[in-house]
């Protein structure tokens, strides 16, 4: 429903245009910005008020179903490789016996140049688990049906207004600085 959504009524070409003035990161802020962005009511939006409650866009790894990602503030995740870009953890072998358990679908990041041993063996890993069964790390749907976007789509089913009552969860807070709070409905046509 969202790319279907995105492709047959958004017009995103002013937006991308500003987004490309940053210095990194562009592709990686279209869709979280669009998709926290109430004026679209776009399928899979989340309230932006929880992202400014918590003052942090990227607050907890285990609050996400799609990628992990180990921010260099966040000291109590760990980088075993002590190798940061853009602040990011860039993972390597000493990482494998943690990234082997986690229950996200990618890793944000790992980079041949770096260590292509650790993409190597992330590569069998998961070689291993599709073609040989292997059960070393099974399924817990609960992790995914406890996620808050999911949470918040399930009340929505049920009432379209439980979008206004839905309690953001509470993350401890960083220091950095505020985000700038810009209305992206302006970039689509939306008022």
């Known amino acids: 429903e969202t790319v279907s959504y995105v492709l047959d009524n958004l017009n995103g070409t002013r937006f991308i245009k500003e987004l490309h003035g940053r210095n990194y990161g562009m592709d990686e802020l279209f869709l979280p910005s669009i998709l926290a962005t109430r004026a679209l ?61 986690v229950h996200h679908i990618m890793v944000n990041k790992l980079m041949p140049a770096i260590d292509y041993g650790a993409i190597s063996c992330i590569g069998e890993l998961l070689y291993n688990r599709t073609h040989y069964a292997l059960d070393d790390h099974p399924l817990d749907h609960s992790i995914y049906e406890n996620l808050p976007n999911v949470r918040l789509h399930k009340g929505m089913q049920a009432d379209p207004s439980y979008f206004d009552r839905f309690e953001c969860p509470k993350f401890p807070k960083r220091k950095m600085k505020k985000i700038k709070r810009r209305g992206l409905a302006t970039f689509f046509g939306f008022q």
Do not use: I, Q
């Open 41 to 101: 009511r776009m399928p899979g939006m989340y309230p932006a008020r929880c992202l400014y409650e918590n003052d942090s866009a990227a607050p907890s790894n285990h609050l996400f179903a799609t990628r992990l990602n180990h921010w260099k503030w966040w000291k109590f995740y760990g980088c075993s490789s002590n190798v940061y870009r853009h602040n990011a953890c860039v993972f390597g072998v000493e990482d494998l016996p943690y990234l082997a358990g």
